[in-house]
């Protein structure tokens, strides 16, 4: 099947600093990704779509100024966590289908286990 | 809106035992169900899914079948093994593979 690759699986970074988390389709193109974050013990929450070539969409609750999302090419997709904070401290997690979108099986990244201390 | 509700967990079992996991979802329009597994340290898998009312999804020995008249899609499995051990996930997608998760069932199952 289809391969989404996140980087780096996991980060820990100082209170304060900047976090970027890579996402990438390896054998094919997405102009669509999602970005989910799960706290410990609960289910994965939809933070953003990510559309290639235009602004993401966020959802209802979480900052977009916190939360950089940039869809610069049709395999990559990247989500920055700006000024982390311990309370940022999550599973994020990215998926993405192979066109045409919405029709065919989504694929979950590894995902990246972030501490900020 | 939509959401989807699982039974909370852990559940324990014992090998060969009947695992039943519920899940219940409210939507808008007609979504796909899914199940997902996680297990421990790596990503998630789909495990099975439906994609209208009445189909049932089967894999490795799991099956659930999309019930609209209840709103469920009860996971099941006749007899779980060790290696089943993981974080189940009922979900639904409304269109363009966007995901609503419920909150996740975490099952161990002992030898």
């Known amino acids: 099947g289809a391969v989404v690759s996140q980087h780096p699986s996991w980060v820990i970074c100082k209170s304060g600093t900047s976090v970027k988390i890579e996402c990438r389709s390896l054998?094919?193109?997405?102009?669509?990704m999602f970005w989910y974050r799960q706290f410990p013990k609960q289910s994965l929450m939809l933070m953003a779509t990510s559309n290639e070539g235009s602004k993401a969409t966020y959802e209802q609750g979480v900052e977009k100024d916190k939360f950089l999302i940039n869809h610069a090419s049709l395999t990559l997709s990247t989500l920055t966590v700006t000024s982390a904070h311990p309370e940022d401290s999550s599973f994020y997690i990215c998926s993405a289908s192979p066109p045409p979108q919405g029709l065919t099986e989504a694929f979950f990244g590894q995902g990246t286990r972030l501490t900020v201390v | 809106g939509n959401s989807v509700t699982q039974m909370e967990g852990p559940v324990t079992l014992s090998e060969e035992a009947f695992l039943t996991i519920n899940c219940t979802y409210t939507a808008t329009g007609y979504p796909s169900l899914f199940w997902y597994v996680q297990y421990p340290g790596e990503g998630l898998q789909l495990l099975l899914k439906a994609t209208k009312a009445d189909d049932k999804g089967s894999n490795k020995g799991f099956e659930a079948t999309y019930r609209k008249e209840t709103t469920s899609f009860h996971l099941e499995k006749g007899s779980v093994q060790v290696s089943d051990s993981a974080v189940y996930f009922c979900a639904l997608s409304g269109g363009f593979n966007k995901f609503y998760f419920g909150s996740g069932t975490k099952l161990n199952v002992k030898p």
């Open positions: 054998d094919f193109q997405a102009t669509t």
